[in-house]
């Protein structure tokens, strides 16, 4: 949802088509989030917990940091749209990857047998 809001801004230069992409990129931005960091508490073990949040934050906020400069840098050289694309590609990227790599955590529980009682 994230990469598909974000392609909006490139794809026309109008109002509705940049404000369907902002709504987009928001509700993307809203089903991260929240996922991303309750991935992260459900793995870690209570005791380290808060450290796991605090280094998937630092990386995130970096990440923040290093993309400003990068996409400023692919701005400059390549043009806006490009970098624009370069941003939503990436994301759609991550999201692959997430998709492909991450697995779930919690133990699937077979069904009960139903219980008979011979009278």
């Given at each position: ?27 993307g ?17 209570p005791h ?72």
């Amino acid at each position: 949802m994230q990469a598909a809001g974000i392609v909006c801004f490139v794809i026309r230069n109008d109002f509705w088509i940049w404000l369907a992409g902002a709504v987009i990129l928001g509700l993307g931005t809203a089903l991260v989030y929240p996922t991303l960091l309750a991935a992260i508490s459900d793995v870690a073990h209570p005791h380290w917990r808060a450290s796991a949040v605090g280094v998937y934050r630092l990386w995130r906020d970096g990440g923040y940091a290093i993309g400003a400069l990068a996409s400023g840098l692919l701005a400059d050289t390549l043009g806006i749209p490009f970098a624009i694309l370069a941003i939503a590609g990436l994301t759609l990227l991550s999201g692959v990857i997430v998709a492909v790599v991450m697995y779930e955590t919690l133990p699937t529980q077979q069904p009960s047998a139903t219980k008979t009682t011979d009278p």
